[in-house]
Every structure is written in C-alpha cells, then in structure tokens.
C-alpha cells in the first residue's frame, strides 16, 4: 500500500471522528404509539446521536410490563460529506392498566456528563379487538393506512369560508403502489370550490400521536349556506398497498406481499353558527368577510347624450360570489342602462379574495343638475363578530347643454321612461341609404380554378409514391413487429421515464411497468406470485431462457436498488435494459 494511499485514509477516518466528536449529544426518546388499548404494546425507543455515550440507565416502567429488550443497535453513516450517528436502546412494553401515564426520562453519561431525554405522554384506553393472525395482510393495512379529512374550522358562521383537506396517512412499514377514488365526497349545504392540487408530495406528519408520512389528495373550498350540523359525506378510496411478509429474498430484501384494499374516511360534522340578529342593519344582504365599499363617477359635468359611469366596488376576503351588490338609484331624469358585473376573484386557503364591481351606463338629455343619493354596503365581520356598514357620498351629474324640462298641457312634467335594453345599446333610426355595386365573377376559368386544377394533378405522383411507400412497409413484417414492440414499452416504461433521477419512484415505477406488461400479455395477475411462477409461465409460452433470465434480472435489480446507492446513470442503464427485454418478450409472445 502507497503512503499516499494511508494517508488518505488515515485523514478520512480523523475526519469522521472530528466531525462526530463536534456532533452536539442529543438524546431523545420515542415511541410507536401514544395512544393504545389495555391488551396492545408499544415499542419506546432512545436513541443519542453521539459517540462516547456510555452508561444507559431507563427509567422505572412501574406502569407497564417489560415483554421485550432492551436490544442495542448501533448505525453510522458518511454521505455527501455529511457524517451521521445513532445509538439507540429498545423496549417492547404493555401496560398493565388504564390511564394517562407520563414515561419518565431514561439517562446516559457522555464525555463525564449525564443527560436526559425528554418525557413522554402514553394515553392506555379499554381492551380492543385483536385480530387472530396479527400478520394477516389486511390487518396490517388498516393499521398502517388511514384516510382523514382536516377542516380549518368546526363552528364556522354562515357565509364564513372554511378549508378541507383530505389527507392520506401511512405509515414507514407499509408501501403505496396504485391508488383511485371511488366515492367522491358530498357537501350538501355547502357552496364549494375544488382547490387544484398541484401534484402530491409526501410529506412528515403525526396522526395519533405517531409519526407518519403523508400525502394531500383532495382540497377545496367550503362556504356554509344554512346553520346547523352540516355533514360531509366520506370518502372511499381503493389502495394497493405493500405489506412486509416478514421473510427476506436473497439479497437480505424484505419481502412484501401486495393487497387491494377499501379505505374511508369519517364522516366529518360542521357546527355553522347563525349570524346575529342584534345590530343586524335592514340592508344587510349576506357578505360575511372583511370588505372596502366605494361608488364613484367617472364624469360629473356632461353634455346632453354624453355617457358617464357610475362604479359600485366591493373589495376584500369573504363570500364575494354569494351576495348581491347594492342598487344605484338614480333620479329619472337620467337614464340608467342594467349595470355590467366584472368579478375578480381568487380562491384561497382562507376564502374567495379580490373584487366585483357593477358599471352602470349613465346618459342624460335634460340640462340641470342631478343628485345621485348614496348607497351603504352591510356586512358580517366574523373575526370582530359584528355588523360593519359603509355608506358612500352623495354624487352631483351637472348637465350644461341639452333640452329644457317641459309640461304638458295638464301641467304634468314629463318624466323619462326606463329604457329597454334590446342588445345594442344607442341605436338611432337611419335616415339614409347608400347601395353598392356588388362585383361578381364566375369561378370557373377564374385564376384559383386554373390553380387548383394544377395542384390536383401535382398531387398524383405525390399520392402514388405515398402508396408505394406504405406497401412496403406493410410488407415488411419483422420491421413492424419491431416498431409495435418498441411502441408497447414505451407506453409501459412512460412512467419510470419520468421519475429518471428519482430512485425509490423510478424503481416501483419500473417495477409496475414490467407486471402490468406481463398482466396485460398473459392475462394473469402477477402481483402476488413468485418469480419462479413468472418463469413458469413464460416458459409455457415459448419463451427462450436467455430472455426469461434477463426479465427476472430486471426483477431484481429493482429490489435490490433500493436499498443501495444508485446514480442516475445506472438508472438510465436499468430503463433501456427493461425498454429491450419488454421488446423481446412481445416480439415471442
């Protein structure tokens, strides 16, 4: 061995030690669950992130029976320059009554210092139904997999917006391979708005007490319409779900075996609170938010026949869609054409957010000077929880030139009508005609006539060579064999193309594609059958063993892979070796 070489090593492994020794000592205890039945157990476990700890004591579990441990595991890692470390001491514990019981901290000496971790809340209920095989897949399933539905507000006002989400729980012992709703929730007494969900990223969470990872499958926007307890239906889904067996392949792999299984969530009840009846203003027309209110003119001094308009805007966060804008009442001597409605409006989190406004179209023919009374605006403020109103100024049209007022001849003004709206607004009645020539040619010997002549009989020995061209292909059976092939797995291997870079993603991807080809070719189900049956079954079809072998290769590589470091080129590697097997699977099946 070089003295570079020992030195290399000899620096790396200081290293390691410098950086574990810098590590600050945490140590900290956690369990599997927090919330149990009188007959369940639960495993504790302390773990310190530190070298050198030494010295363990746990503490006193005087409510619980010791049924297993403590085991002592030890793991160190260095990846991308980051050097980790983990000591951990394990119990397996049941508890010996019912109560709220608080673990006391277990200790442990580092570097002549005894530290603690921290205590712990354990809740023991009543004795719950165990089933009789506790390593039967579905029950595994249904304790590992929960479908919950999460509302920003349980006692929500009417008109007050609140946010749903539907979350998907599982646990780290359990994998999700295929996943499809089956019953859409109802929200009967709500006016709703789906939140587009932009993909699903997995996040960490805790349901229970217990950690989980979770994923975000379903939002939308709820606004009670009526007071009361309002329900919102489940919703079910089917999962297929990977559950360890408990038995290892070759490679020391676990070995899981994958069930489809029904979930559902509880039914979820909303308490809506009635809005007030002190104060309530006799105006008051539903707007539940927090809201500006402003009217303004775009002209105040016009001529005769000149427009101007009238803006009525309200602005904020709240039910913008489920009330109506405040009549413009306007003197008759003005005519007022149906307001035109301009929403802007965003959903989020929170509620609907942004503005509508009506435009009215004012025109008037009279000379004089008009008044336009002001308009309020009523609404709930359910954070302040009172009534808020708002009311604008009175506006002034002066009209400096048009027609004077007059009476008839009972001395009755003569008042304007309200104008019908027909679809065109202004139309005047014409007074004059002018007529046009209309210049007609004939289409034949026309120059596009000459032009499409010449075009169709250029595209003859176009349309034959394209013939020609097509009936040799069609000839070529092998070529087209070839091309369908490719075809199918590309169609299959879409989605492991596209999670390349990704490698747990990639490899369940990969994994599917290749059992949903077999699925599709041999009109079996493979999920749940060996690969010695795989081989089985290819073999009764004639398929030659230098194939078999590689398909089983590509089988286990993707179990193998996860759990090894794997860079994007050997995916890339693994993606053209299965695109090839699948080719030559179609081209003997």
Not at 351 to 363: A, E, F
Not at 537 to 545: A, I, M, P, Q
Not at 553 to 581: G, H, W
Request: with cysteine.
């Amino acid at each position: 061995m070089s003295k570079n070489l020992t030195f290399y090593i000899i620096l790396f492994f200081t290293t390691i030690s410098l950086s574990l020794q810098a590590q600050e000592g945490k140590f900290v205890a956690s369990v599997s669950k927090n919330k149990l039945g009188v007959n369940q157990r639960l495993k504790i476990e302390y773990t310190i992130n530190k070298q050198g700890a030494d010295n363990f004591t746990p503490p006193n579990f005087k409510n619980f029976r010791i049924v297993g441990g403590p085991s002592q595991s030890i793991s160190q890692s260095y990846i991308n320059g980051v050097v980790t470390f983990s000591q951990s001491y394990t119990y397996i514990l049941q508890p010996k009554r019912k109560g709220e019981f608080n673990l006391p901290p277990g200790s442990i000496e580092i570097e002549g210092e005894t530290i603690q971790s921290n205590v712990i809340k354990i809740i023991v209920l009543d004795a719950v139904e165990l089933p009789k095989n506790p390593n039967d897949p579905n029950y595994i399933a249904s304790q590992n997999i929960h479908l919950v539905a999460e509302v920003s507000k349980s006692r929500p006002y009417v008109g007050e917006g609140l946010y749903l989400e539907y979350r998907l729980y599982f646990s780290e012992n359990v994998g999700i391979y295929d996943n499809a709703i089956t019953e859409s929730p109802q929200y009967n007494g709500f006016w709703n708005q789906e939140i587009k969900n932009t993909g699903t990223p997995v996040k960490q969470g805790s349901y229970n007490g217990e950690k989980y990872r979770y994923a975000v499958l379903h939002k939308a926007l709820l606004i009670p319409t009526k007071s009361g307890k309002l329900t919102i239906d489940p919703m079910k889904m089917d999962i297929v779900v990977a559950v360890p067996t408990g038995r290892v392949d070759f490679f020391g792999n676990l070995i899981t075996k994958q069930v489809r299984r029904e979930f559902s969530s509880a039914k979820k009840t909303i308490s809506v609170k009635t809005l007030p009846l002190k104060n309530k203003p006799e105006n008051f027309n539903g707007a539940v938010g927090q809201f500006s209110f402003d009217v303004a003119l775009s002209k105040q001094i016009l001529k005769a026949n000149e427009s101007s308009q009238i803006s009525v805007a309200v602005k904020g966060k709240g039910n913008l869609k489920l009330f109506e804008l405040p009549k413009v009442e306007t003197p008759k001597e003005l005519e007022v054409y149906q307001p035109e409605r301009k929403e802007k409006i965003s959903i989020t989190s929170t509620g609907l957010k942004g503005s509508i406004t009506d435009n009215y179209t004012v025109v008037p023919e009279y000379k004089g000077k008009y008044k336009i009374p002001s308009v309020s605006f009523s609404y709930f403020d359910p954070k302040k929880k009172v009534y808020q109103t708002i009311n604008s100024d009175d506006m002034y049209v002066q009209v400096l030139e048009g027609k004077e007022l007059t009476s008839n001849s009972n001395n009755i003004p003569i008042t304007k009508q309200n104008i019908q709206v027909t679809g065109n607004d202004f139309r005047y009645i014409q007074t004059k005609s002018e007529f046009n020539k209309i210049n007609k040619s004939d289409f034949f010997k026309s120059t596009l006539f000459y032009l499409l002549l010449i075009i169709s009989i250029l595209s003859i020995p176009v349309v034959i060579l394209f013939n020609r061209k097509k009936e040799e292909r069609d000839r070529d059976v092998a070529g087209n064999k070839r091309r369908l092939a490719d075809k199918l797995a590309k169609k299959y291997l879409s989605e492991a193309q596209k999670q390349l870079g990704h490698k747990e993603a990639f490899y369940e991807s990969l994994e599917r594609a290749l059992h949903n080809y077999l699925k599709a070719k041999l009109k079996v189900e493979t999920s749940d059958i060996s690969k010695d049956k795989i081989t089985g079954l290819l073999e009764k079809r004639n398929v030659d063993s230098d194939t078999i072998n590689e398909f089983i290769s590509v089988l286990n590589d993707c179990d193998f892979a996860r759990y090894t470091p794997i860079d994007s080129v050997q995916m890339n590697q693994e993606f053209d070796k299965a695109k090839q097997i699948i080719t030559q699977l179609d081209k003997q099946l």
